[in-house]
Structure formats: C-alpha cells, structure tokens
C-alpha cells in the first residue's frame, strides 16, 4: 500500500515537473518570439554618416584634360568597356569620351542614370553632349564616396532596399548557402542530418547546418558561443522569425546584415557595402565572377580574403561560379570566362582621407548628436577636392622623402601637414594630416601647435598700413637693437643672415624677411594693436603681449594659419572656413546647409596694400624658388616662416583660386635644419602647381594706385631708369622721394609701361 502511495506521488511529482518545464519552455518560446518580433520589426540598421567629396563640374572651357578625365573616371571607379551595357562604364577614343554616368544623389537631386559624351582636350573641355547628341551646357561626376563617421562598434554597411538588389545575388546567397531556403521554416533537419553525417564522416566539424535564417538570428541576435544553448535558442528563434516575416523580408535582411570583412578597426557589413570596399562600385555593377567571389566570403571572410589570400579567394570564386553554372543560374560558358579573370580589386584605402575626415566630424559635432551620426544613415555633402587632396598627399610625401633623405638626421623621419582652400568660399579643399596619408593618427594639420615664425609678419605689417602712417615705400631702420625685458633679461634679436641692413623699406623688409626692421615696425604700431590685427584675421586666442610675439612665438595649427591668411587672400574679409556644405537625412531631405559667413577684418585698401608687398616675397624675397614651380605667369603671394632654432618650416600662400598652407618638423620638436623655403615652400608650391592655379589678380581698390619704387631704397622710380624697380601699391596721391637721374619722372612713359606689361607676362 505504502509502495502504492510513493508510486503515486512520484508519477505527480513528475507530471508536475514536466507540466512546469513544458510551461517555462512554452514562456521562453513566447518570450523569444516577442523579442524576435518586436527587435526585427523595429529593426534599424546602425548606419554611419556617409561622407561624399564635391562633385567635378565638367562644362565647356573647364580646366580638365582629357587624361585628367580619364584619371578622375577610374578615381570615381568607371571602368573601360561598352557603355550600352550599363552604368560604370565608359569609352575614350582619342579625346572624346562616351560616359554610362550612374544613378546618383547629389545635394539638389537625384540623378537618372544617363549617357553622356564629352569632348576633352589636352587642357579643357570643349563640349558635353546628350546621348540624343543635344548640347549639355553643365554635367555633374559622381561625388566621391570618401568615408563615414562614428560607425558604431565599429560596423559599417550600407543598407539595400529589395528592388536594388540583383535577382542572380538572391539566388546564388540561397544555392550556396541554403538549397531549401524557400522550403524550410527556420531550421532544415536534412541539412542538419546531411552536415552532422559530414562531420562524423571526417572527424571533425566539416560543414554547417546552419540555415540563412539562422546566420541572420545569430548575426542578429546572439554570440559566437558554441553551446547546445545558443544553438537551441537559434534554432526557436529562427522558427519564430520565419512564422512572422516573408522570406523576402529575411533574405533582405540577410544580405543587408552579413558580415564580409575588416577594414583596420571598420567591419564590414552587408553586400552593398561590401561591392564598394572590394570593387569600388554598387552591387548592381557586379559581374559573375565578382558576384561570386563576394557570395563565396560568406563562409570565411578571413580565410578567403582576397587582398590577403587571393589563391584561396580566387579558389573558392571559381568554385561558386562552378555550382551556379550547375544550377543553371548563369551559362556554362559565362562561369568558365569569370573563372578565367583576375581578382581586379579596388585600391586598398581607396579615397579614405582620415585627417578631412577628422575635420568634418568636427564640423558636425557643433550641430549633430553622435548618435544621429552613428545610427540615422546621413548624407554628408563636403567641399572636399578629390583632385586637390591627392595632389597634396602627393606633394607632402615626395617633399619629405626628399628632404629625409638630404638630413643629417638618421634615426628620425620629418613630418609635416597641409591645407589648401579656397579663399573666396573659405571652403577646405584638402587636408593632409601627416607622412602616413592613409593613418587615422595624430592629426597634425589640425591639432599640431607649433610657433608660425615669420607667418606672423603681414599682421605686424598691416597694422602698420592701417594705423595711415606707413606705406610699402616707408622706410624701415633695421638696425640692432636691445629690449630690456620684464624679468630683467636682455632681448636681443637678429636677422636670418647675422647681418643688418640699414634703411630699407617696408617693401624689401617684408620680403626679405627682415627680423630687426620688423621688430622696430611692431613696437612703433604697439604689441595690444599686432594681436588685436591678428584676432581680427581669425586668431580666436589671444597671444601673450611679450615683444618675441613680433617674431612669431605665437603657437598656430596650420588650419588656424589658413583662417588668419584666408582673410589676406579675400581682401580683407573673413570667411568662416567650412567643409561641410549639406547634410541630407536617409529619404534625401536637406536636413542643415552651410551658409558662407563673410565678416570684414581689414580695410579692403590696407590688405591691397600688403598682398602686393606678398608678390614681391615670392619675386623678390625669401620665397622666390616658388615661381619656378608654378606654372608660367601664375602670380602669387606668399610668406616663408621659420621658427627659432630652425625647428618649424612654414609657408603660407595665395593665388586668385588657392590657399595653401604647409608646415614641416618633427614631432620632438628637434632642429630641422630648414627654413620655410628650403622644406615647406617646394611641398606648398609642387601641390598648388598641379591644380592649374589662377593667377592672383584683384581689382584695386580706387583708394589705392600702382606706383614703381626702387626696392633697396623706396625711392620712386620707373622700369626704365632703375633695374631695382618693382611695382607696389600705395595709397592713392602718395608723394615720394624720386631716384636721382630718373628726371624726376614718378609715372610710366609708354616705353615704361611695355616694360611693365614684359615684365608681368615673363614672370
């Protein structure tokens, strides 16, 4: 009876435990369908802000060679082949190209795809035409695609809507990777079975039964773990999402999820971005072979990836295309000449620019959360020059190889940066942040605080012109001089040379370069005054009052010395630098645009004044090995600057259509060894030579007039009488001193003026 009694309470006891656990399993199977339902159907990819550079105008009389073309085509990852097959292609015969330009969005739209061809010489464009043949009068190139900002946890993708993507991508993702895709419910017992048979057969895990659904949970929703609960888990998960979603929705999802590679510390998501990182170009450019080699990743990003491992990926392509072939997806002949093909992958790095990157993310903070940045799927339109950008890698590189390999110094490597801009705009065309062009290291032309020499030099000398009682003819006395300083210290500076010079004036001092000249100006015009001219121009800290401050001690980023020389190259305007133009939302809506902001810093005639005084810097003085670099009659203006112990090289300078600014040392701050034009100058003028600058040629303003004065003295003077002459600006009735034996004659005779214009059209 007893017996009886234990045998009935046990049964109860476990029909109680298993009631019990079927309830808790049947709870986490509910629980696990809410979270799969509510996660998936909210579900928004983490899709970082997306970074274009400006697109290349091309019109009729643009500054673009037809190899310029060409070169920006392949930049822009167009390949040559016929163009009535699809966009990214195109066809070059001589200097007339026929262009399948792809479906972009710019900043004021979205563009079809749509045929063009285009007439280039060997220095312009001579004419766009429709493919109906009608006459284009403007036509936009692809904005380049030259990074994104905040990816979180280091994802990046880019997300495919189901109509852009291609039917033989559905298909070979379900051949290769889930046969019975369409069949299944989240789980496929044969496959399992088929790849546990596998695994048993060679003794190890050799194949998975893992549906795509179940990658996509997994992916989604779980770790890596290989325990019996993570796979129970992935397995109700993938049943419950298959109950709730089309495969449609799934397979999207997949494709969109899927991860393919790294890149440094970005990981690679999705197909859509993977086409770009591999290929340069939009999944719906892929052909077989680069379809295939895509879909074969899928098994091992790292094992098969073909920048590491190409045998492997090549290996495995072909075997893809093989089974596709069998599939009947593509013909047999097609998958033996994809098979045929090399591995052409994008340029590793592509058009990464880290250090504008740097600058951008900054830009936006001001105005963005990160999280909108890291998550949202931004558009972020820049002023980004592609073509300016790579010309400035190219020149800081070169320069500094060159220059290290000249040193002295053998256990240290130079470092520099640079920034060119457009003056008018204030738009950053190309920042270079160091040697290591593709490194998202320290950033040098942003965050590299170092004393600017004498760049601080035309503020001293436009405070001067302003105060009305100085000229460019003015005579300076650079001659020693001692300042007894507050701590009881003697100051005493010198010229570059150890040499004084005597009466000079303004003109040559500035050129020259001339420190003991300088010095004495700056104290006349007074320390509060120098520094307020330099807040003017853009400095937002201001400079500590000391008298070395004159011989610029004053710690500068290049991009702040941009700011500051911005405002001399805009006659005096201050244009609030910017480098980003518009930021579109995910639909394409305009989210914020960047007005130019112009603020006046100087009186347009006292800047007039010093930027003519600047071209005599590079014809006369210490910069005068620019010209030689840039193209024929392009005029410049510019200042060399070199700090103490010649441990910074620095030049700033200006044409009508760029400002460059570059700085060379090292990161120690150990001597270089260099002045402002033996290292920065050649970098700064072999970039702005390869951009076709304009030359710097304002209108004066009617306060001011053209006069020839004697450089070495100041005296009036003309091109006929005096070898020493050059043409300055100075304020309109200026009466000066005449050279003895040129007759008293302080205006141009007609044998004068051809003189002048020889001389313009010769340098």
Request: net charge neutral; with cysteine; glycine share 10%.
């Amino acid at each position: 009876m007893a017996r009886a009694r234990l045998r009935r309470r046990l049964i109860a006891l476990g029909l109680g435990t298993l009631v019990l656990a079927i309830l808790a399993f049947v709870g986490w199977v509910v629980y696990l369908d809410h979270v799969v339902t509510r996660e998936f159907r909210g579900r928004l990819w983490s899709v970082p802000a997306r970074v274009y550079a400006e697109p290349l105008e091309l019109y009729a009389g643009a500054a673009v060679s037809a190899d310029e073309l060409e070169q920006e085509l392949k930049r822009l990852h167009y390949r040559p082949g016929d163009p009535a097959v699809g966009p990214g292609l195109y066809r070059r015969r001589g200097g007339e190209f026929d262009v399948h330009a792809r479906r972009v969005r710019f900043v004021d739209e979205q563009r079809a795809p749509a045929r063009i061809g285009v007439r280039a010489g060997p220095d312009s464009i001579q004419g766009l035409s429709a493919a109906d043949g009608a006459e284009l009068p403007l036509f936009r190139l692809d904005p380049l695609l030259v990074g994104s900002v905040f990816p979180v946890h280091g994802e990046d993708r880019i997300v495919l809507a189901p109509d852009e993507v291609p039917p033989l991508l559905r298909a070979a993702l379900k051949t290769i990777e889930d046969r019975r895709f369409d069949e299944h419910h989240g789980v496929d017992p044969r496959s399992i079975l088929r790849a546990l048979w596998a695994d048993l057969r060679a003794g190890h895990i050799a194949q998975g039964g893992s549906t795509l659904t179940q990658q996509l949970v997994k992916n989604y929703f779980l770790s890596d773990e290989q325990t019996a609960r993570r796979k129970l888990t992935e397995a109700v998960m993938a049943m419950r999402l298959e109950a709730h979603f089309s495969k449609e929705e799934i397979l999207v999802a997949y494709i969109n999820e899927v991860y393919l590679g790294q890149d440094g510390e970005r990981a690679v998501h999705g197909f859509g971005l993977g086409s770009q990182f591999f290929f340069g170009k939009p999944v719906d450019e892929l052909d077989a072979g680069e379809l295939a080699l895509l879909v074969g990743l899928v098994k091992g990003p790292s094992y098969y990836d073909p920048r590491k491992h190409p045998d492997r990926a090549r290996a495995r392509r072909n075997l893809v295309l093989q089974e596709l072939a069998d599939a009947h997806l593509i013909a047999p002949a097609e998958a033996q000449r994809a098979a045929q093909q090399p591995i052409l992958l994008r340029p590793h790095g592509g058009g990464y620019v880290p250090a504008f990157l740097d600058l951008v993310r900054r830009h936006l903070k001001r105005d963005y959360a990160e999280a909108d940045l890291a998550a949202a799927g931004l558009a972020i339109y820049t002023t980004l020059d592609p073509r300016a950008q790579a010309a400035a890698e190219r020149a800081l590189t070169r320069g500094l190889r060159r220059l290290d390999a000249a040193s002295r110094v053998r256990d240290a490597h130079l470092e520099g940066a640079a920034v060119i801009a457009e003056p008018q705009s204030g738009d950053v065309l190309a920042v270079v942040g160091g040697r290591d062009t593709g490194s998202e290291g320290f950033n040098r032309a942003l965050d590299a605080r170092r004393p600017i020499g004498s760049l601080v030099k035309p503020a001293i000398y436009l405070a001067a012109l302003e105060s009305g009682r100085y000229h460019a003819a003015s005579v300076l006395e650079d001659a020693p001089l001692e300042l007894k300083l507050g701590d009881g210290t003697l100051w005493a500076p010198q010229n570059f040379t150890r040499e004084t010079y005597g009466s000079v004036p303004m003109v040559r001092a500035l050129a020259e370069s001339l420190n003991l000249a300088t010095v004495r100006l700056g104290l006349d015009v007074g320390l509060p005054t120098v520094a307020d001219t330099l807040m003017r121009l853009g400095l937002e800290r201001r400079p500590a009052l000391n008298p070395s401050l004159l011989l610029g001690t004053v710690e500068m980023t290049p991009l702040e010395v941009v700011e500051v020389y911005a405002a001399l190259a805009n006659g005096g305007f201050r244009t609030r630098l910017r480098a980003v133009r518009a930021v579109l939302d995910e639909h394409g809506s305009a989210l914020k645009r960047f007005k130019l902001e112009v603020a006046a810093a100087a009186p347009p005639a006292a800047v007039y004044e010093l930027d003519r005084m600047l071209v005599q810097v590079t014809e006369r003085g210490t910069a005068r090995g620019a010209t030689a670099r840039l193209p024929r009659g392009v005029v410049a203006a510019a200042k060399t600057g070199t700090s103490s112990d010649l441990r910074d090289s620095w030049f700033a300078g200006f044409t009508g259509s760029h400002l460059g600014v570059v700085w060379v040392g090292y990161d120690d701050n150990r001597p270089t060894g260099l002045t402002g034009a033996a290292g920065a100058m050649p970098v700064w003028a072999d970039a702005i030579a390869s951009l076709r600058p304009a030359s710097w040629e304002p209108a004066a303003p009617p306060e001011v007039e053209e006069r020839w004065v004697e450089f070495s003295t100041g005296l009036a003077t003309s091109p006929g009488c005096s070898p020493d002459a050059v043409p300055v600006a100075l304020p309109r009735g200026t009466v000066l001193p005449v050279r003895a034996g040129c007759g008293g004659r302080t205006t141009d005779t007609m044998v004068d003026k051809l003189k002048t214009w020889l001389h313009d059209v010769l340098h």
